[in-house]
C-alpha cells in the first residue's frame, strides 16, 4: 500500500511543480489522509523539495480505524505547546531552500494563512485550489473494496432495525440503535449523523430525529451510512408502519421510486453530471414536484461522505469509471410526509455489467 500513496504524491507533485511552485501543505484532514494513508488531529502533510514530512501536533495514537502514516513519510512532531503543525510546516519548508508554497485556500482560515506568511516571509504563497479532492474523484480498487464493506455493514444494521417492534418508539432512539448496531457489525462510526424522521418529518433531507413517537400509517425514511477504513457511503430508505400503505403514500413511492432508477441508469463514463441529474428530476418535475425537489440528486463519497462530483442541474464535467456516488431524489410534502430513496454505487462500463450497486436492502415498499 505504501506504493499507493507514493504514486498519489507523485502525481500532486507533479501538479504543483507543473504550476512552478516549489512545495505544497496539505492542510484538509482528507486530503492529508488520501497522500498519507492516516491524519492525525491537527497534522498537516508538507511536499517538501527534500522529503515529505507528516507534521503532527503529537505522537499519533493507535487507533486503527484512523490508519497509520505511510512509512515513506517522515514524521515530525512537535513538542508539547508547539504551536499550529501548518505554521511549522511553512518555516520547514522554507528552510528546504522552497521559493513558493502551494495552499489550499479554501481550507485555510484568513488568520492562519497570515501566520504562514509572517513565519515565512521569504516563501510565495499560491492555492492549491482543488487538486487533491479532483485525484480522490477515481477511486482504486482498494478505496471500492472499503465502500463495499460500509454498504454491506449499513445494509446489516438496517436490516435487524426492520425487524424489530418500531411502533410507540421516537426517532431519536431508532437513530442511536442504527448507529450502535453499525459499530457492532465493524464499522469506525457513522458515516455522518442517522437520520430518522417519520409522519409529517419523513422524506425530508437532513432531518434531525426528534421525540416524535413512530405512528400506525406513518411513513419512515431512514437515511444513514457506515465508515469503514475512514471510507463512508450512504443508504436511505423509506417504509410505511404497521398497515398497508394508502393510496397517495403508493403513488408517491412509486414516482420517487421511478426518478431514482432513472438516475441510477443514467450513471456511465462520459455522462455529464447534470445529465444524471436532469434523468432524475424530470420523473418528478413532470409530475408537479417541481418546488419540493431537493438542491442535487447525488454526489459522491469516498474519505467525506459529500464530496466531487456533485449531481446537481448546474454541474460541469463528466463521470469516469470507478467514481462511487449517490443518487437520492426525494419530495416531502409539507404536513403530511414524504419518500427519500438513497443508494450508492459506483459508475462502471457498460462492458463491465453497468453501474454497481453498494447498497442492497429492498427498495420494495414495505409495511412494518
Excluded at 191 to 212: C, K, L, Y
Excluded at 289 to 294: G, M, N, S
Amino acid at each position: 500500500m505504501s506504493e499507493v500513496y507514493a504514486n498519489r504524491r507523485s502525481r500532486l507533485r507533479d501538479h504543483v511543480n507543473a504550476a512552478g511552485t516549489a512545495a505544497a501543505l496539505v492542510t484538509r484532514p482528507a486530503n492529508v489522509r488520501y497522500l498519507a494513508a492516516a491524519a492525525p488531529q491537527g497534522s498537516v502533510l508538507l511536499l517538501g523539495r527534500g522529503e515529505d514530512l507528516l507534521v503532527c501536533a503529537g505522537p499519533p495514537e493507535d487507533r486503527p480505524y484512523e490508519g497509520k502514516p505511510d512509512e515513506n513519510v517522515r514524521l515530525h512532531v512537535l513538542p508539547a505547546n508547539g504551536g499550529d503543525a501548518a505554521v511549522t510546516a511553512a518555516g520547514l519548508a522554507a528552510a528546504q531552500g522552497a521559493d513558493s508554497l502551494a495552499v489550499e485556500e479554501h481550507h485555510l482560515t484568513v488568520a492562519r494563512h497570515r501566520a504562514l506568511a509572517s513565519v515565512a516571509p521569504t516563501l510565495r504563497l499560491t492555492d492549491l485550489g482543488g487538486a487533491v479532492e479532483q485525484l480522490r474523484v477515481v477511486k482504486d480498487e482498494e478505496e471500492i473494496s472499503c465502500l463495499r464493506i460500509g454498504a454491506e455493514i449499513a445494509d446489516q444494521a438496517l436490516g435487524e432495525l426492520l425487524e424489530s417492534i418500531l411502533v410507540g418508539r421516537t426517532e431519536r432512539h431508532l437513530a442511536l440503535e442504527l448507529e450502535r448496531r453499525l459499530v457492532d457489525h465493524g464499522a469506525d462510526g457513522p458515516a455522518f449523523p442517522t437520520s430518522v424522521a417519520t409522519g409529517p418529518h419523513a422524506g425530508r433531507r437532513g432531518h434531525r430525529p426528534t421525540d416524535r413517537r413512530v405512528e400506525e400509517g406513518d411513513f419512515l425514511s431512514v437515511c444513514l451510512g457506515a465508515t469503514y477504513r475512514g471510507y463512508r457511503c450512504e443508504i436511505g430508505r423509506t417504509f410505511v408502519i404497521g398497515t398497508s400503505p394508502a393510496d397517495w403514500q403508493i403513488e408517491l413511492y412509486d414516482l420517487v421510486f421511478a426518478a431514482q432508477r432513472a438516475g441510477r441508469e443514467f450513471l456511465a463514463p462520459g455522462v455529464a453530471y447534470r445529465d444524471v441529474d436532469r434523468a432524475a428530476r424530470q420523473v418528478l418535475d413532470s409530475a408537479g414536484y417541481a418546488e419540493a425537489l431537493p438542491p442535487l440528486i447525488g454526489h459522491g463519497v469516498g474519505l467525506e461522505i459529500d464530496e466531487d462530483p456533485q449531481l446537481a442541474p448546474a454541474a460541469m464535467g463528466k463521470l469516469d469509471a470507478c467514481v462511487p456516488v449517490t443518487v437520492e431524489p426525494g419530495v416531502h410534502l409539507p404536513g403530511r410526509g414524504g419518500v427519500r430513496i438513497d443508494d450508492t454505487l459506483v459508475v462502471r462500463p457498460e462492458a463491465d455489467g453497468g453501474p454497481e450497486l453498494l447498497t442492497i436492502t429492498t427498495k420494495e415498499l414495505l409495511a412494518l
